[in-house]
């Protein structure tokens, strides 16, 4: 049973970076496209970036786009989200998601999409 495993998250102040790992386990990641998704409280769940299998096609939220960059490492079996610029407003839980199928280079916006899930990571951003 493939596991997802998401860490790298914390507090930081308004204009950090931060960069969360989420390790595939029990399988390997070139099966897989990844996604990022994140929920603040009281909030419902929101797409932030994703990436396709063969990492030659990726898509980022609005609310993020030229701050937070997605990518994948075959060899380290692990998909990154890099968050430069940090708000108050990205302070959330920040889950990875996979899921098999699909071509090369599709990549997935909605989280019903996924079949696999990280545990969740919380990113806090003070001002």
């Known amino acids: 049973q493939v596991q997802l495993v998401d860490s790298g998250g914390g507090l930081v102040q308004t204009g950090d970076s931060l960069t969360l790992s989420c390790a595939v386990i029990?399988?390997?990641?070139?099966?897989?496209?990844m996604g990022w998704f994140r929920q603040g409280a009281g909030k419902e769940r929101e797409f932030v970036a994703a990436?396709?299998?063969?990492?030659?096609?990726?898509y980022s939220a609005n609310s993020v786009k030229g701050r937070f960059t997605i990518s994948r490492d075959g060899a380290k079996n692990t998909v990154y989200l890099q968050m430069n610029s940090l708000k108050s407003e990205d302070t959330a839980v920040y889950y990875c998601?996979?899921?098999?199928?699909?071509?090369?280079?599709?990549?997935?916006?909605?989280?019903?999409?996924?079949?696999?899930w990280g545990q969740g990571t919380q990113v806090t951003v003070s001002s």
């Open positions: 998601a996979g899921r098999t199928g699909g071509g090369d280079h599709g990549y997935y916006l909605a989280a019903n999409e996924y079949d696999y």
């Open positions: 029990g399988d390997t990641i070139s099966a897989y496209a």
């Open positions: 990436i396709s299998r063969s990492g030659g096609s990726a």
